[in-house]
């Protein structure tokens, strides 16, 4: 639920996902996704903190494929 208010994320529940973020890093991943776009607004913070691609949402794609099909 505190995902989906609208509220700013939780410092905790910021940190609980770069957290996993970086367990999956570790465990070998090259990217990191989500299926929906709740953690959209942590983006640029976890792309900056992390040494892989990241995509909270598809919809971060928009520029990229515009770009490939301009």
Known sequence: AQVVTGEPLPNALKAA?????HKLVSAGATAITTSCGFLSPLQA????ALPVP?????????????????
């Open 17 to 21: 996902v770069l957290d996993e973020a």
């Open 45 to 48: 913070e976890l792309q900056a």
């Open 54 to 70: 990241v995509i909270t949402s598809a919809l971060w794609l928009l520029p990229r494929l515009r770009q490939a099909h301009g």
